[in-house]
């Protein structure tokens, strides 16, 4: 090969890397394999957001209500719509939006355990880390691995303390029991990504479960024709349970005093401040429910950029974590993801019995976990 | 129900102007089939009439060509007086979202021999927008004021008014000004005025029928009661203390509706049979500010939910100038069959909603018969016509239906109050008819005790008002 065709070839390497780094995602660098990081600053973003229209962000948390308000106080002439969802439904959207001509939205809030949205938004690419260095710098290494966490939570067992003043149980199998027959309330895990996440990690806690029922009941559980442990105890528990659309409906059955106990996020432990008779169960063998987070991402085909970044600063809670943005979520039954920001939950995380979902896997069997869940719920039908 | 104001002169006429101006523009007919001149209101919810999901299907079941003739105005009878004043030629005229007329209003039409009448039937009926009977009344408070002042949701009489006080006081919505209103309401339907819901804490108070008991206390007027008398006594407390708003006698709907969608953040808590009554669709952030608050218990542990019965609304009628009235029978017909009305209320089938496998749970707590792929109710979109027209959904896929998972849906906000409601709905089986001037006397004096013009504490007055009751 002459010194021409050899220029010739390190000329198309060059320009090949070059490509490569031209495709598809937002931003201006890019840190890791994924994160994408832009130092501008909080008032450089501002004033190249003031060109943009308004920002378009999808929602399964209505607290983000508080956030927009916050930012567009905080950012005269800036423009949010919210749009809040449940979370299958906003990834559907997420996905019908990155295949047409005009995609609507810029920032995705959403659960993040079940294993959908990674699979689905970000390992296609369709949403996009973006976490500025200065506040990276403050969180802890979980909440940057791939995706973007802004905030801890767990789906957990609450009590209604409108029938109980304590709550009554020690033990997960107690909830098995006749007396409780329609008194137990849970969203729809096939509906509810977070309820989903601890109902299919619960089948990974098979040993778990079985010293529990030999604690109960004092014998070795017999499976009665099931797999495991796990599939034994939710066909047992779900004739007890009434399935609802949503968290927002457990809680008020239990604060109605029509449910004794019911699996919701933990964040409605915030509905406790205006007077919801409530509380969670801390403790109970072998577990009460399961750790969930919420992740923040820019849409792969973001139109407002600088908004989007910009937004995410302020949800995060800036550089300092002290802003605005991020106080409308640390409120009781939410764990900080930042080491300088304090949980929002006077128990911490490490002191509650709960489970911690393996994503991948649950991506990996979910036909086989969906499946069952789809046998059970047409059965309590 | 309150009526409507009558319309007025200038509507009549520029009702006139359209319908020539609008039938100018029908005469343009494809050839070949048989065309089919239809009234339709107008509607943001309904982008394209020409070219709805809907009408295309109807048009290819029957053959017809369906010529739209929109209709702009919202006055049911101002659209039927200046349409039957002149000439134009609209075989059927439909009803829908603000545009709707009561039977009282078509029997005038009917009785003229304007509408066509075939046996007993002068309409076609829309029984599909909602569920057929439940909770008539929805108390809703400002969560927002709730969390910034630290204060539970009231369970009781007592505490309400303790929230209400703090309320008016403690500037709930942070910007320094006494601009706070409590509560607030309308005179225009009756599940407006918080009054009427605040008396259910004390005895049974079913303003639809005229304040009479239910079942076998049918013929027991409760508005003669002294549990009747003792909630009057709250509602005058609270109105003297400024927590109950003016604009529950003075306002009207879209006034209250103003008010509870102002940025400026107003209303602490308003009633409602739904809360599409008063907030506007697709406004998240408003929504999010208020939450319905489970009925109240009375100071003798009455708690009470008034319980509705909604009769089928007006869908359609084919005039009686119609040269056309088999085939506009035809039409009406297949929109009143089950097939039909799901489109008319789901959309297109396998694309919008498909027949549940059983796994989901209905938005009112129940096994669910529909899910919704793509939820389009009261959405800008052109699948079918929003509830405008007749159908008959049967009431399984009504109650039946799953929620399309957006927080800020109507249906699933009011089904979750709902439930809350229903363990203190009554098991109804007998109604006291309306009695139309009872129910007058009754609101008037109401308004008269609440705002202090007459003395409810007075015996010589509560006896004056009892004798008033049986002229």
């Given at each position: 090969m002459g010194k021409i065709s050899g220029r010739i070839v390190v000329l198309i390497l060059i320009m090949a890397l070059a490509l490569s780094g031209c495709g598809g995602t937002v931003g201006t660098e890019t840190k890791n394999m994924n994160i994408i990081t832009d130092n501008s600053t909080p008032e450089e973003l501002y004033e190249r957001a003031l060109k943009e229209d308004t920002l378009v962000v999808y929602t399964?948390?209505?607290?983000?209500v508080d956030t927009k308000e916050a930012f567009e106080k905080t950012y005269p002439g800036l423009f949010v719509e919210v749009r809040d969802l449940r979370s299958p439904n906003l990834i559907e959207e997420v996905e019908k939006g990155n295949e047409s001509?005009?995609?609507?939205?810029d920032v995705v809030l959403c659960n993040?355990?079940?294993g959908e949205f990674k699979s689905r938004l970000v390992d296609t690419g369709i949403v996009v880390p973006f976490l500025p260095e200065d506040i990276g710098n403050h969180m802890e290494a979980a909440a940057t691995d791939g995706m973007v966490s802004f905030l801890n939570e767990a789906e957990i067992l609450f009590y209604s303390t409108k029938v109980y003043e304590?709550?009554?149980?020690?033990?997960?199998?107690?909830?098995?029991?006749?007396?409780y027959r329609g008194r137990i309330y849970m969203p729809n895990p096939l509906r509810s990504f977070s309820t989903y996440a601890f109902c299919a990690s619960s089948l990974d806690h098979n040993r778990e479960l079985e010293d529990a029922y030999a604690a109960y009941a004092g014998e070795k559980l017999k499976l009665e024709g099931t797999e495991n442990a796990a599939e034994y105890f939710w066909k047992k528990v779900s004739v007890n349970i009434i399935f609802t659309n949503s968290s927002d409906e457990v809680t008020e059955a239990l604060n109605d005093g029509k449910a004794d106990f019911g699996w919701c996020?933990?964040?409605?432990?915030?509905l406790a401040d205006v007077g919801y008779c409530l509380a969670p169960v801390?403790?109970?063998?072998?577990?009460?429910g399961c750790r969930t987070s919420y992740a923040v991402m820019m849409t792969?085909?973001?139109?407002n950029e600088n908004s989007a970044k910009l937004f995410i600063r302020f949800l995060l809670g800036e550089k300092d974590g002290q802003?605005?943005?991020?106080s409308p979520f640390t409120t009781a039954g939410t764990w900080s993801v930042r080491r300088d920001v304090p949980d929002?939950?006077?128990?911490?995380?490490?002191e509650i019995d709960l489970i911690v979902p393996d994503q991948q896997r649950l991506i990996d069997e979910k036909e086989k976990r969906v499946s069952f869940w789809t046998d059970i719920l047409k059965g309590n039908r | 129900m309150r009526k409507r104001k009558p319309i007025r002169v200038l509507t009549y006429i520029l009702s006139i102007v359209c319908l020539v101006v609008i039938c100018l523009a029908g005469c343009a007919s494809r050839e070949g089939r048989e065309k089919l001149s239809v009234a339709i209101p107008e509607s943001e919810?309904?982008?394209?009439p020409e070219n709805n999901y809907y009408i295309k299907w109807l048009e290819e079941q029957t053959g017809f060509d369906i010529d739209i003739i929109t209709i702009r105005q919202s006055s049911g009878t101002g659209f039927l007086d200046a349409l039957f004043s002149s000439d134009a030629d609209i075989d059927i005229v439909m009803f829908g979202e603000d545009f709707k007329i009561t039977q009282d209003e078509l029997s005038d039409y009917v009785s003229s021999g304007n509408v066509y009448v075939s046996g007993d039937r002068s309409y076609y009926e829309n029984t599909?927008?909602?569920?057929?009977?439940?909770?008539g009344q929805i108390l809703w408070i400002n969560y927002n004021w709730l969390k910034a002042l630290s204060l539970?949701?009231?369970?009781?009489t007592e505490e309400l008014k303790a929230v209400l006080t703090a309320f008016k006081e403690m500037d709930?919505?942070?910007?320094?000004?006494?601009?706070?209103?409590?509560m607030a309401g309308s005179y225009?339907?009756?599940?407006?005025s918080p009054a009427e819901f605040l008396l259910n804490s004390y005895i049974y108070n079913d303003p639809y029928h005229s304040r009479y008991g239910i079942n076998?206390?049918?013929?027991?007027?409760?508005?003669?009661t002294d549990e009747f008398r003792a909630g009057i006594e709250y509602c005058h407390e609270l109105y003297g203390e400024g927590l109950l708003d003016d604009s529950i006698w003075d306002g009207n709907l879209k006034q209250l509706t103003e008010m509870c969608n102002s940025?400026?953040?107003?209303?602490?808590a308003f009633t409602t049979s739904s809360i599409s009554d008063v907030i506007y669709q697709g406004n998240p952030e408003i929504l999010a500010r208020y939450i319905h608050v489970p009925p109240l218990e009375g100071p003798d542990g009455e708690k009470n939910v008034v319980y509705v019965q909604k009769d089928p609304e007006i869908g359609a009628i084919i005039t009686?100038?119609?040269?056309?009235k088999e085939q506009a029978e035809r039409l009406l017909s297949l929109m009143m069959t089950p097939e039909a009305s799901l489109i008319a209320r789901y959309?297109?089938?396998?694309?919008?909603?498909t027949y549940s496998d059983g796994s989901d749970v209905s938005?009112?707590?129940?096994?669910?018969?529909i899910t919704t792929?793509?939820?389009?109710?009261?959405?800008?979109?052109?699948?079918?016509?929003?509830?405008?027209g007749p159908m008959n959904v049967p009431e399984e896929y009504l109650e039946g239906v799953t929620w399309?998972?957006?927080?800020?849906?109507f249906e699933y906000i009011n089904g979750r109050a709902y439930m809350s409601y229903e363990d203190h709905l009554p098991k109804v089986n007998g109604f006291h008819p309306y009695d139309d001037r009872m129910s007058e006397y009754i609101d008037t004096a109401l308004e008269e005790f609440i705002r202090g013009?007459?003395?409810?504490?007075s015996d010589e007055e509560w006896e004056r008002y009892l004798e008033g009751l049986s002229y």
């Open positions: 399964v948390s209505t607290r983000v001509d005009t995609p609507v939205c993040d355990n079940s304590d709550c009554p149980i020690d033990n997960i199998w107690e909830l098995t029991e006749e007396k996020v933990s964040s409605k432990l915030r801390y403790k109970l063998t072998p577990f009460s792969n085909n973001c139109k802003g605005a943005g991020l929002g939950n006077e128990v911490p995380l490490s | 919810h309904v982008q394209d599909g927008s909602s569920r057929s009977s439940g909770p539970p949701i009231p369970e009781s709930p919505n942070g910007n320094g000004i006494k601009d706070e209103i409590p225009e339907e009756y599940s407006l076998e206390d049918a013929d027991i007027l409760y508005a003669a940025d400026q953040d107003i209303v602490g009686e100038r119609s040269d056309k959309g297109e089938e396998g694309v919008d909603w938005v009112y707590g129940g096994v669910s018969t792929i793509k939820y389009i109710w009261n959405t800008s979109q052109n699948k079918h016509l929003n509830g405008i399309n998972g957006v927080n800020s849906d013009k007459k003395d409810v504490g």
